[in-house]
Structures are given as structure tokens and as C-alpha cells.
């Protein structure tokens, strides 16, 4: 190989790994976005929910920073097989990642208001699907980062348990709803909520779908494990 050739493709090299780290930082920020969306919520945290809104757009920036580098990979090194795969999935999997934050700071800017603020409502379900949401999203970006197939697996398996504890918590609310009027309004700021958390394991497996992908070449089943109805609205 010719020194010119050796330079190219060491230049080829650092921009893929300049992208997977880029791809890198924009899954620790949304992973930090949701863990504070979920803290404002279950633990009436102002100051998480700033933090939460606040880091919106470092998110959006990165997007576009990887779609120009993909644009540059793709115009100037026409990566094949697996390096295809990687780079394109790079687009998809930025574009949930982009969508989780939004999802996030949704839920941040919900949590102060003062229907929620003053209300007595248990928050124990909010809670739980909030921790569920967040180790499945963990998971997914530690897919990611490992390209690992076996990994991204799971997280796609374990959507179902997301949406069984949604369902659970529409119908909880929708009964606190019928039985006192009063609860009208806290009980529908907090079906956004869980509807937003739900989105974000959903794009959660989204990624890990592209990361199988990138890993293996092999799509996993359209239609994913799901638990119950997928919600209402959804």
C-alpha cells in the first residue's frame, strides 16, 4: 500500500471514529435529558427539569453534526458493507436519539406545572416506568457504543414491559379521573407524561433495531414484542 493510499484510509478510519464519538456524546446527553426529566416528575425537582430542558440544544447540534459527517463519508469514501450499514444507521439512530430529547424536555416542561406541582396524586407508577424507560435507553446507547447484536436484542425484547406498565397506568388514571373531577386536570398532564416515556422506550428500541442491524446485517421481525394496546393517542 502506498503512502498516499495508507493516509487515506487512516483518514477514512478517524472520521468513522469521529463519528461513532460524536454518536457517543449525543447518547450520554439524551440518557442525562431523560434520567432529569424523571426526576423533575417523580421528585418535583425544578432544578432537574432546567437541566433537562437546558441540554435540548446540545442535542439538536450533534444531530446535525453527524448528518454532515455521514453526508462527507458518504460523498467521499462510498463505505461498503459493514462500514455501510454503520454509517447510514448513524442517521436513524441520531434522528431517535434527537427525538428522545425532545421527548425528555416535554416531560421536564410538564412537571412545573402547577396542576401537577400541587397535586397529591401518587406518582409510585410514574416512577417505575421512569426507571424502566431509563435502563432500557442505558442499554440501547451501551449497544451502541459496543455494536453489540445480542445486547440490542434484549432491549427490542423488552419494549413489551414498557407498554404493559403504560396500559397499566392510562387505565390507573383514567379512574382517577371518573372519580373526581378535580383530578382532571393533574391526571392529564400526567398521561402526557407516561405517553412521552413510553415514546422514549419505543425509540429506545428503535435503536437497538439499527444497531442489530449494523452488527449483523439482519433485520429483526416487524412487528416488535408489545404488551397489551399500545395506547391511545399513540
Not at 8 to 28: D, F, H
Not at 39 to 52: F, L, P, S, T, W
Not at 81 to 108: F, H, N, Q, W, Y
Request: with cysteine.
Amino acid at each position: 500500500m502506498g503512502q498516499e493510499s495508507a493516509h487515506i484510509v487512516s483518514s477514512y478510519e478517524q472520521e468513522l471514529e469521529e463519528l461513532r464519538s460524536m454518536m457517543a456524546r449525543m447518547g450520554g446527553l439524551v440518557e442525562q435529558q431523560t434520567s432529569q426529566a424523571v426526576a423533575a416528575i417523580a421528585d418535583r425537582d425544578e432544578n432537574a427539569a432546567g437541566v433537562a430542558a437546558d441540554l435540548d440544544p446540545q442535542v439538536d447540534t450533534l444531530e446535525r453534526d453527524v448528518e454532515a459527517m455521514v453526508i462527507r463519508i458518504l460523498a467521499l469514501r462510498s463505505p461498503v458493507a459493514g462500514d455501510l450499514r454503520e454509517v447510514v444507521s448513524a442517521l436513524k439512530i441520531t434522528g431517535d436519539m434527537e427525538r428522545i430529547g425532545d421527548c425528555a424536555a416535554s416531560i421536564a416542561r410538564r412537571s412545573l406545572r402547577t396542576e401537577l406541582v400541587s397535586s397529591r396524586l401518587s406518582l409510585s407508577g410514574l416512577r417505575g416506568m421512569g426507571r424502566l424507560v431509563q435502563d432500557n435507553l442505558r442499554r440501547a446507547i451501551d449497544a451502541m457504543s459496543q455494536r453489540n447484536a445480542d445486547l440490542a436484542r434484549e432491549v427490542w425484547q423488552s419494549d413489551t414491559a414498557v407498554d404493559e406498565l403504560y396500559n397499566a397506568m392510562f387505565r390507573e388514571l383514567v379512574t382517577y379521573m371518573m372519580e373526581d373531577p378535580r383530578n382532571i386536570g393533574p391526571c392529564t398532564h400526567l398521561l402526557f407524561i407516561a405517553k412521552n416515556l413510553e415514546r422514549i422506550g419505543d425509540h429506545a428500541t428503535n435503536i437497538a433495531e439499527r444497531v442489530y442491524y449494523t452488527a449483523t446485517g439482519e433485520i429483526l421481525p416487524v412487528v416488535r414484542p408489545r404488551g397489551g394496546f399500545s395506547g391511545q393517542g399513540g
